[in-house]
C-alpha cells in the first residue's frame, strides 16, 4: 500500500454555496489528501469541475472531484469522413439524376442530410426517400434515424428519390415500387454508301413511386 495516510478520517462532502470556485477547489483537494497521500497522487491525480442542473427543480451542483483517467475526445482529420456524395433523381422523369455533394458530421442522420437536400432543392422533407444501392439494385430504405456513418462504412451508393407525399402517409398504407424508364434517343450514323441509318441509343433510368394499398 503506497498510500502514506494510515489511519483515514471521515470528511464530508464539501459544499460550494456561493464561494468562489478556487476556494472550493481547494477545500476540496485538501480533504482529498486526509485520506490519500501518495507518489501516485503526487503524479498522476488530478481535479476536475463537474457541474449538474436538476431538469425538474433546476438545483446547481457543483463539485470538484479527482481523476486519474480523462476521457477526450479524438478529432476527426479524414477528410472523407466529412465528404458525402450522393444521387438526386428527381420525380420528373425529365430532369436527369444529378451529383450532389455534402460536408457531414459524424453523428449526421439521414433526418439531418434531408434537411440539407432541402436547402439546396427545396423539396419538402416529407418527399424524400432514401435508399442504398448496389449494382443498381435497391438494397435498403433508410429511415430517418438511420446514422450516415453506418452507410459510409458499407460503401455502397446513396440516392434520394424525390416522391411526392399526396397527403399524409401515415394514414394511408402505401408501397414502394421502383420503375426502370428507358429513355430511347434515335441518332443517325453515316454508311459507306452516303445515306443514313438509324440507331438507338437508350438510357435507363429508375423512378420510384408508392402505390396506394389502403
Given at each position: 500500500?503506497?498510500?502514506?495516510?494510515?489511519?483515514?478520517?471521515?470528511?464530508?462532502?464539501?459544499?460550494?454555496?456561493?464561494?468562489?470556485?478556487?476556494?472550493?477547489?481547494?477545500?476540496?483537494?485538501?480533504?482529498?489528501?486526509?485520506?490519500?497521500?501518495?507518489?501516485?497522487?503526487?503524479?498522476?491525480?488530478?481535479?476536475?469541475?463537474?457541474?449538474?442542473?436538476c431538469?425538474?427543480?433546476?438545483?446547481?451542483?457543483?463539485?470538484?472531484?479527482?481523476?486519474?483517467f480523462?476521457?477526450v475526445?479524438?478529432?476527426?482529420?479524414?477528410?472523407?469522413?466529412?465528404?458525402?456524395t450522393?444521387?438526386f433523381?428527381?420525380?420528373?422523369?425529365?430532369?436527369?439524376?444529378q451529383?450532389?455533394?455534402f460536408?457531414?458530421?459524424?453523428?449526421?442522420?439521414?433526418?439531418?442530410?434531408?434537411?440539407d437536400?432541402?436547402?439546396?432543392?427545396?423539396?419538402?422533407?416529407?418527399?424524400?426517400t432514401?435508399?442504398?444501392?448496389?449494382?443498381?439494385?435497391?438494397?435498403?430504405?433508410?429511415?430517418?434515424?438511420?446514422?450516415?456513418?453506418?452507410?459510409?462504412?458499407?460503401?455502397?451508393?446513396?440516392?434520394?428519390?424525390?416522391?411526392?407525399?399526396f397527403?399524409?402517409?401515415?394514414r394511408?398504407?402505401?408501397?414502394?415500387?421502383?420503375?426502370?424508364?428507358?429513355?430511347?434517343?434515335?441518332?443517325?450514323?453515316?454508311?459507306?454508301?452516303?445515306?443514313?441509318?438509324?440507331?438507338?441509343?437508350?438510357?435507363?433510368?429508375s423512378?420510384?413511386?408508392?402505390?396506394?394499398?389502403?
Amino acid at each position: 500500500d503506497l498510500n502514506r495516510i494510515k489511519k483515514k478520517p471521515y470528511i464530508p462532502p464539501v459544499k460550494a454555496g456561493s464561494r468562489p470556485d478556487s476556494v472550493v477547489a481547494d477545500e476540496a483537494w485538501s480533504n482529498y489528501l486526509k485520506r490519500n497521500n501518495s507518489l501516485i497522487v503526487d503524479l498522476m491525480i488530478g481535479q476536475y469541475k463537474s457541474t449538474i442542473v436538476c431538469p425538474n427543480c433546476e438545483r446547481l451542483s457543483i463539485t470538484f472531484d479527482p481523476f486519474m483517467f480523462l476521457s477526450v475526445p479524438i478529432p476527426i482529420n479524414d477528410e472523407e469522413s466529412s465528404k458525402l456524395t450522393l444521387t438526386f433523381v428527381f420525380y420528373d422523369a425529365r430532369i436527369l439524376p444529378q451529383k450532389m455533394f455534402f460536408s457531414i458530421h459524424p453523428n449526421y442522420t439521414i433526418c439531418d442530410l434531408k434537411r440539407d437536400i432541402y436547402e439546396k432543392v427545396e423539396i419538402g422533407t416529407n418527399d424524400l426517400t432514401l435508399v442504398t444501392m448496389e449494382n443498381n439494385v435497391i438494397t435498403e430504405y433508410l429511415t430517418d434515424e438511420d446514422m450516415i456513418s453506418k452507410i459510409k462504412r458499407s460503401r455502397v451508393e446513396l440516392v434520394v428519390y424525390e416522391v411526392p407525399s399526396f397527403g399524409s402517409r401515415q394514414r394511408r398504407k402505401f408501397w414502394p415500387i421502383e420503375v426502370c424508364i428507358s429513355q430511347v434517343k434515335p441518332k443517325r450514323s453515316p454508311t459507306r454508301g452516303g445515306t443514313a441509318t438509324a440507331e438507338d441509343d437508350s438510357v435507363s433510368l429508375s423512378r420510384l413511386v408508392y402505390l396506394d394499398m389502403s
